[in-house]
């Protein structure tokens, strides 16, 4: 990753250096740190710390992913790493209120993606898609070119790929040379990958998007805004993808373990 920068002294709306994640206050759920950024804030510090050529990794953090790092502590190392952490779902900013009497804004990753999308169309800059399955990326790209005039890709790779490709992968990218790469592996894979190489790869903004190119490219439908607005995504996601069934079993885990902090003050083992 590149080298930070020192700051110009000028001071962002936390009162800390522009560009600085240090005066970010946190909150802490199940020993994962989420900063408690509003999205008009999120995307002013990543306008601010483009400027400053300082590289950001993103991690949009749900219910199953903080699940998934008590669980494994190379997740829980990977997400350490990132620059930012903020809430993606319902779940947290629920655990948020429950645990520190905080409230969070609710930032999902497939919201926050568009929107930087939306300002890479306006600025020039370069996005990189990187996953999902093969002809993927390609559809989602040709829908924002369609709704957002100006947009341009610094290309388009699928996420089926070996361990050998990886090196062609990774030199592709930085022959690219992309302001934003989206990451769309799953979580906790995109964590992992990213934090394996980001710092090599010093991409200015990179975030792991999970299933948004398939939303994109029209193969998924998000949950009405009143489900997502009410906490329950993921039931809708469950009804149209019955086979994250599995997956889902993190939710009651996550509650259980949340609980067990609030009302014990320690945290549940694996």
Not at 5 to 31: E, F, R, W, Y
Not at 137 to 153: N, S
Request: hydrophobic letters at 45%; glycine letters at 10%.
């Amino acid at each position: 990753m590149k080298k930070r920068t020192a700051s110009n002294g000028k001071q962002d709306v936390h009162g800390g250096n522009i560009g600085s994640t240090d005066a970010i206050p946190t909150v802490d759920i199940l020993g994962i740190s989420i900063h408690q950024l509003t999205r008009r804030e999120l995307l002013q510090l990543l306008r601010e710390r483009l400027e400053q050529e300082l590289t950001t990794w993103l991690v949009t953090v749900n219910a199953e992913l903080v699940v998934r790092a008590g669980d494994d502590s190379a997740v829980a190392s990977a997400l350490e790493k990132a620059d930012l952490r903020v809430a993606d779902g319902a779940g947290v900013v629920w655990a948020a209120r429950a645990l520190r009497d905080v409230e969070l804004e609710r930032l999902p990753g497939v919201e926050i993606a568009e929107e930087l999308v939306k300002w890479a169309a306006e600025e020039g800059l370069k996005v990189y898609f990187l996953g999902a399955e093969p002809g993927v990326a390609e559809a989602a790209v040709g829908q924002l070119c369609h709704r957002y005039p100006g947009f341009v890709t610094a290309g388009c790779r699928h996420g089926y790929f070996t361990e050998m490709e990886k090196e062609d992968i990774l030199e592709e990218i930085k022959g690219a040379e992309p302001d934003i790469l989206l990451v769309a592996l799953g979580a906790p894979r995109q964590e992992l990958w990213l934090a394996e190489h980001q710092g090599e790869l010093s991409v200015p903004v990179a975030v792991g998007v999970g299933g948004t190119f398939d939303v994109w490219a029209g193969r998924v439908k998000r949950a009405p805004a009143w489900m997502g607005d009410a906490g329950l995504e993921w039931l809708f996601r469950l009804i149209v993808q019955p086979w994250r069934v599995r997956r889902m079993l993190a939710l009651p885990r996550f509650v259980q373990r949340v609980i067990k902090e609030k009302y014990t003050g320690r945290r549940s083992e694996k």
